[in-house]
């Protein structure tokens, strides 16, 4: 089987921002489409997201240079070849732009590409993408798919509330089915929307990432209304938190200290400030708590706070490499696996591989300009991740995840929900 043909377009993504798709055709006529999602909360490490710069089309935002170096670059390189692992193709177009970030060609124009490639290749096994790539592993044919995690609660300032933490989320850790942990988070977003309608006396209002606007400053006021509407739902039970304080956003490196609750803070203090709040709260995990290139603090985090699981996500982009230097360092428990941070699904499952050899927690997650059609899904089912980062269970391309994992479930012979209480410290 050889590449036929490499198209590429400009589209758009969820927040109606333009895209990159790329679309493979095989000789056997099997075709694969990809493409690139980008993120609200973006690491300075991550692979270089190539746009116009024109003001006069999408504010700048177009692609047109990125689908340019994919018909004119990428595609005579590919044409030709042989896709009996697209993870070799990958590895071309790495050496075919040849710089540390995927500047030269674009990340998104490379990953694009590599979606396709991997899709064009499953399509032709005749198997689903998620059962592809763990046989492209090795790994036992999928048996589970991961709990859902929600957005619930959103930070950023809204007026004079100034909520550095990011995300809120909550875990149907505990539920028995995909099922039931999809209806409880839906519910549980409804219930939460009345508690804060009460509380503040005004309908809650809804931030760009769809989850609700944080009313309070402080995290633990956020948490302990998460914790009101678990109770009012009935689902205290099943249920547990979250954060993604995504703190490199609010880092200042000539005084090392973080915007917090109204104050500039220390790392030690801001350490101190969560391992409170996994006393106190059911924080199945904590994700960013410090600043992307902060080794000391993480591993300090990892070492004082022993209820929660520390997760990297700007610290470790889903760069084997960083991933490496945490594990010496002892810096994370677990970490964010975002394709596209990268640039290539190769370079991702490379990154995963060696996450799981060193019993370093995987947890998949889209991006907040997401596509309705993400590859993160077939990754997280195919890699039997126990969890994945869902968003709120709001906007199109964040259901069709949810969709996406309980099709899966009916799909795959004895399938059950991955056992989540197995990780929790709390």
Request: hydrophobic fraction near 40%.
């Amino acid at each position: 089987m050889k590449i036929a043909s490499v198209a590429a377009r400009q589209l758009l993504d969820c927040k109606a921002r333009p895209l990159v798709e790329v679309e493979i055709t095989t000789d056997t006529g099997h075709v694969g489409c990809g493409a690139s999602p980008t993120g609200s909360s973006v690491g300075t490490h991550e692979a270089f997201v190539s746009r116009d710069g024109n003001p006069s089309e999408y504010d700048g935002l177009s692609v047109h240079r990125a689908v340019n170096a994919v018909t004119d670059e990428i595609a005579p390189a590919l044409i030709g070849a042989e896709l009996d692992d697209p993870r070799t193709l990958d590895r071309i177009m790495i050496e075919l732009d040849g710089t540390p970030d995927k500047r030269r060609l674009g990340g998104n124009a490379i990953y694009s590409t590599s979606i396709a490639l991997l899709r064009a290749a499953s399509g032709a096994a005749g198997t689903p993408t998620y059962a592809y790539v763990a046989a492209l592993l090795g790994l036992d044919p999928p048996g589970t798919v991961p709990a859902p995690s929600f957005n619930m609660i959103n930070g950023g300032r809204y007026g004079d509330v100034f909520q550095t933490f990011n995300e809120f989320l909550v875990v149907p850790y505990r539920a028995h089915s995909i099922e039931s942990a999809v209806e409880r988070g839906v519910t549980l977003f409804g219930v939460l929307g009345d508690v804060l309608a009460r509380r503040y006396g005004r309908a809650p209002v809804m931030a760009s990432s769809f989850g609700y606007v944080a009313p309070s400053s402080d995290p633990r006021v956020v948490l302990e209304l998460l914790t009101e509407a678990v109770e009012l739902a009935g689902c205290a039970d099943t249920m547990a938190f979250a954060l993604d304080c995504a703190s490199s956003q609010v880092y200042d490196e000539g005084t090392q200290t973080y915007a917090f609750n109204g104050e500039r803070v220390t790392s030690e203090a801001l350490i101190d400030y969560a391992w409170a709040l996994s006393e106190e709260f059911p924080l199945l995990f904590i994700e960013d708590l410090l600043d992307g290139d902060d080794w000391d603090g993480f591993t300090k985090a990892a070492q004082t706070i022993d209820r929660s699981i520390i997760v990297g996500d700007d610290l470790i982009v889903t760069n084997r490499d960083r991933l490496q230097h945490a594990a010496r360092t002892s810096a994370v428990d677990g970490f964010i696996l975002k394709p596209n941070q990268v640039g290539t699904i190769a370079e991702a499952l490379d990154c995963y591989e060696f996450a799981s050899q060193n019993s370093i927690l995987t947890i998949p997650s889209g991006r907040s300009g997401g596509v309705i059609d993400d590859v993160v899904m077939d990754l997280a089912v195919g890699l039997a991740a126990p969890l994945q980062k869902n968003g709120a269970p709001r906007s199109g391309e964040r259901i069709e995840k949810l969709n996406f994992l309980l099709r899966a479930a009916e799909r795959i012979p004895d399938c059950a929900l991955a056992d989540v209480p197995a990780l929790a410290r709390f």
